[in-house]
């Protein structure tokens, strides 16, 4: 199997499982009880938190496990509104979140927030200035994302914390660093970011484990639990530590440190290769100028992705479609993004991990060529 679809999720190395299962079979307290080996597992779990603290740049006690990316964004969200709930009733966010941010929106939407789209230009941008002239005095939250999933555009998320800073607005400022974290720079502590979201998933650890960054300032204005409960995750996450998806979080953000640039300047030389070889083939456009080294987004013009994503499946080729996700629908993001009907439809992503080769891309451009020989354009 050839797998190009990094940015959905990614396969758990031997050296992740292994913790995991370690932890699951012999180390399995619960980090609550009084007995050695559930004080073994309370410190075990904090030594693993400070291994993701350490790579986000931010203290251990700022980071807060969750059951994942979703839970993170709806946390953030719901803790920004609450504690701006004498403020305003307006968000700000962009039209190509997640559906982790953007359906709590549409959902508040219903419950008489008002909500301010940003779209992004044709080529995937979103500014500063967008923010800026969004900006309003009853503004309590601003909802970003550092790279888009469908793009690999990295958004201002860094001028937005300062441009909220020097207006001396009362919002907080939520970033949902899901694709983005150990992929580009992220510091929310530098940045000044209130919250900020990321997922194990996406870079060789389980799924089913996140977690919620939550700064300092915020925290002591004691922002509201997510879960009330037995008081774990410093009482704001009640519930038991899930310690082998959390000792697996930990394992893959160390092996990824290992190299960590020259694992970066791979992706992003694979990504280049990539984007050459397909646009040297004619016919095939670039879909935005996103910088992230993991994700690719290009049409096959005329070409639907649907039938493209199932064909190459078909051959062991994973990819995946950046239209067509929702019976035939172009997706949010490529329908914010303005295009003309037969370069939406034939949008595809094609993302990167660092264990991918030359001979990955190869593979993938002679089957996108053979596909395209192969049928009709849509008219
Ligand atoms: N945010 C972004 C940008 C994502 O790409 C994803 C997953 O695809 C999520 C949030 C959701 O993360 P999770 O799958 O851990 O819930």
Redesign the pocket.
Known sequence: MIYLDN???TPVPRAVADAMYQVLTEQFGNPSSQYPMGVEMKAAVERWRAVIAGALGCKAEQLYFTS??????NWAIQAALWQNRHRGKHIITTAV?????LEPCRWLAQQGYEITYLKPGRDGNITVEQVAAALREDTALVSM?L???ETGYVFPVRETAALLREKNSPALLHC?A??GFMKVDCDPEGWGVDMM?L????LGGP?GV?ALYISERFRMRNPRPLLPGGGQERGLRSGTEATAQIAGFAKAVELRQEHYEEKLAHMAALKEYCRAKLLDMGGVVPVGSGTAPHILAVSLVGYPSGNIVTELGAQGICISAGSACHQGKASHVVSALGLDKKTAAGVIRISFSPDNTNEDVDALCAALKAHRDSRFPML
Do not use: F, I, P, R
Not at 68 to 73: H, L
Not at 199 to 202: E, G, R, V
């Open positions: 940015a959905a999720t994942c990316g979703t839970e993170s964004d979140e997640h559906s982790a941010v994302m790279v888009n999933n949902d899901v694709q979201s997922s194990a998933h996406k799924k996140g």
